[in-house]
């Protein structure tokens, strides 16, 4: 599991972590996330989707938040086990995340958050070459987030992709662009604290 950087953090959801399942479960209710991620399933549905991630190493979901307090849901993958890698050229331990924010008090720094999550990836995975980011090309809010992450990080955007499920848009952010922007602003934690927080 990645360890995010202070004072992000990270909670595993497993089939065994009911109330986990349920906060899940409540944000994917939510018409923001209705919209973002398409998944607004009943508990059964939920606790069937969590079983099924657990049913291999693909996939992993955790709920993000700061000094206990849970603010969103984040799902972390192995690109080259996903569809998405026969869209690009998948370095082998590239690592996907897919997620949303929950907590109205959250909105405003899924920015932070992206940016924390990926140094918690690279530095929990030092094998990993990039991570990668595949919203629905026509969610112009997320397009706009990882657009921003761009900027911060020395992202890439690919292009849209089109996946068996959705048009997607494809960016990836790689480990030796990140590093040496980071460098170049301060480090990790000056990033963070500019980019804003709890």
């Not at 959250?106 to 990836?121: D, H, K, N, Q, T």
């Amino acid at each position: 599991m990645p360890t995010l950087p202070s004072p992000w953090e990270l909670t595993p959801v497993t089939p065994d972590t009911p109330a986990e399942i349920d906060q899940v479960v409540q944000w994917m209710a939510r018409p923001h996330v209705q919209f973002a991620m398409h998944k607004d399933w009943d508990r059964a549905g939920w606790q069937a989707e969590i079983e099924f991630q657990f049913s291999d190493s693909k996939t992993r979901p955790f709920l993000v938040g700061q000094h206990g307090q849970r603010g969103g849901y984040v799902e972390l993958y192995r690109a080259a086990l996903d569809v998405v890698a026969d869209y690009y050229d998948t370095p082998d331990l590239d690592m996907g995340m897919h997620g949303c924010i929950g907590e109205p008090d959250y909105f405003g720094y899924a920015l932070p958050f992206w940016v924390a999550l990926i140094a918690g990836v690279f530095e929990t995975y030092p094998e990993c070459t990039g991570v990668i980011s595949d919203p629905s090309a026509a969610n112009q809010l997320v397009r706009a987030l990882d657009r921003g992450v761009c900027k911060v990080v020395d992202g890439h955007e690919l292009g849209e992709v089109d996946l068996p499920h959705k048009q997607a848009a494809l960016f990836r952010f790689e480990r030796e662009n990140f590093y040496a922007a980071m460098q170049r602003q301060g480090g990790v934690d000056v990033v963070l604290r500019e980019l804003g927080g709890h």
